[in-house]
């Protein structure tokens, strides 16, 4: 069985106080009805995890950053190394957003040192995918998506990919309000996991969750998280107020 997960990417929101409020709204939801199948993982901004650490403490929700720098230490001013990011207490670091793609120009070199350091510090990789609209609109999805776990995943081994969670996030359903439908959606999350099997082989894709993320709502998860090869979500706008997270993580729970 393939662990399911709902991961909350809260991007560049939440001061501290705000933060810890918001893990302790979710945490007192979980406490009310417990997940039993669902691992479920908060990514607030670097300077919130080691307050958002404590305030978790105790329970199963697990802690992960939204990005890192790609070399251990040294003279790079403003970056975060994957060392820091452990020693706050997160276990679990996102890679390859569509955002740091855009706007910072990570490309699949960047991302591939970045994934391998995560991974050699033991920090679990939440690795995403997607094609813009434009790529969709030329039928180019498969060939994208395709090429980002080729060159992403570059030299890693099938002992590896046990500690990476994919997320498909096709660019043009984040933040819109538009989602993929759930057959769209599980036709590249099958996809995903064949050219997984082809790349990495071991049959590796089988094993592996595939988190779908692109304005998952309370009122979409359910009929996303149906999908045979749908293991999750990561869910940005939605897990920045506890109800709507903790409907999702029901959604979960129920599929
Ligand atoms: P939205 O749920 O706000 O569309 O964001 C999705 C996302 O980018 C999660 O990483």
Redesign the pocket.
């Known amino acids: 069985m393939r662990q399911k997960m709902i991961a909350g ?1 809260w ?1 560049m929101h939440k001061t501290n106080p705000e933060a810890v409020r918001l893990v302790a709204q979710i945490r007192a939801g979980l406490e009310k009805n417990p997940v039993r199948k669902t691992r479920v993982v908060v990514c607030p901004p670097f300077t919130a995890l080691s307050v958002v650490h404590q305030a978790l403490k105790g329970s199963k929700i697990g802690l992960g950053a939204q990005n890192l720098f790609w070399e251990e230490e040294g003279a790079y001013t403003g970056e975060v190394s994957a060392r820091m990011i452990k020693s706050t207490g997160a276990r679990y670091v ?1 890679v390859g ?3 740091r793609r855009r706007y910072f120009k990570e490309d699949e070199h960047i991302i591939n040192k970045k994934i391998r350091l995560a991974l050699k510090n033991g920090l679990k990789v939440i690795h ?1 995918v997607g094609e813009t609209l434009e790529e969709r609109e030329q039928n180019l999805t498969k060939d994208i998506v395709g090429n980002q776990l080729e060159w992403d995943l570059n030299g890693l081994a099938p002992e590896d990919l046990k500690n990476v969670v994919v ?1 498909y ?1 096709p660019v043009w ?4 309000g538009r989602t993929a439908t759930p057959e769209q959606a599980q036709e590249v999350h099958a996809f995903i996991r064949d050219i997984l099997d082809a790349l990495i082989g071991d049959q590796v894709g089988a094993r592996m969750t595939i988190l779908y ?4 709502k309370p009122n979409n998860a359910a009929g996303l998280l149906a999908q045979p090869d749908i293991d999750g979500a ?5 897990c920045l107020k506890a109800s709507s997270f903790l409907k999702i993580i029901q959604a979960s729970e129920k599929s």
């Open positions: 990417n991007k996102i957003h569509s955002e995403c997320a996030e359903a984040i933040g819109t993320g692109g304005s998952v990561l869910v940005g706008g939605a």
